[in-house]
């Protein structure tokens, strides 16, 4: 069965440094997400990307972020200076056509900023 | 987008059905409903979604009121794998690129 894959499953960064988070969506996929979530809270949105731009974002996705599908394959989420209160989970998601009820989530990146 | 309302957790034991509930008073017409779930240290699962009508699939049931404000999951018979954070959330079909507003859930746990 295909599936998302997402690396590092966990990523140490120091404040202020430059992060690159990475996903594999499946394959026919055209819609893809970002999501975060904080240890021992909700799963929040941060981003979705269609036709290689951003369709919605929300207000946690401020200038410090950007998203990328830089060869038609991965997915990127970058947080250009890196803050505590980044550190989270992040999960990838990505769905196909037609299918706005059926998201498929990656295991995660831990992204811990000390 | 429209709120929804569940229990923070519930408990089952092995091999008996569970029936997670969740409100929705506020639904509008064009609003999915979604049932995704987490295991944990794992990411979100799709479970089912739902417009009007009962749904059936292999992990689960839904049933949906007829008035729409509230709707039901059904698990026939709890695993101690089904021990998961259950979350209702509702989207318009074609709207917001199909992004997912998750709420706290419900903390589902099964007792062998």
């Known amino acids: 069965e295909p599936e998302v894959t997402q690396t590092p499953s966990h990523q140490v960064t120091q404040m202020g440094q430059e992060v690159i988070l990475r996903c594999v969506p499946i394959?026919?996929?055209?819609?893809f997400y970002w999501y975060r979530q904080i240890l021992g809270q909700k799963v929040e949105f941060l981003v979705s990307?269609?036709?290689?731009?951003?369709?919605?974002k929300s207000e946690i996705f401020d200038d410090q972020f950007s998203v990328e599908r830089p060869d038609g394959s991965n997915f990127t989420l970058k947080i250009r200076s890196t803050k505590l209160e980044d550190s989270a989970m992040y999960f990838c998601?990505?769905?196909?056509?037609?299918?706005?009820?059926?998201?498929?989530f990656g295991p995660g990146t831990r992204l811990t900023v000390t | 987008d429209a709120k929804t309302t569940q229990p923070n957790s519930m408990e089952s034991n092995e091999e008996e059905p569970v029936h997670l509930p969740c409100n929705h008073s506020?639904?509008?017409?064009?609003?999915?409903i979604h049932w995704y779930r987490q295991l944990p240290s794992q990411g979100p699962e799709y479970v089912i979604h739902?417009?009007?009508s009962n749904v059936n699939n292999r992990m689960a049931s839904l049933a949906i009121a007829e008035d729409r404000k509230s709707s039901t999951l059904i698990l026939h018979r709890a695993t101690l794998r089904d021990a998961a954070v259950y979350y209702c959330?509702?989207?318009?079909?074609?709207?917001?690129?199909?992004?997912?507003?998750f709420g706290k859930g419900t903390k589902l746990s099964v007792k062998p």
């Open positions: 506020t639904i509008s017409g064009t609003d999915y």
């Open positions: 394959s026919n996929h055209l819609y």
């Open positions: 990307f269609y036709n290689n731009e951003i369709s919605e």
């Open positions: 739902g417009l009007t």
């Open positions: 998601a990505s769905r196909g056509l037609g299918k706005s009820y059926e998201q498929y």
């Open positions: 959330i509702l989207s318009p079909y074609g709207g917001s690129q199909g992004n997912l507003i």
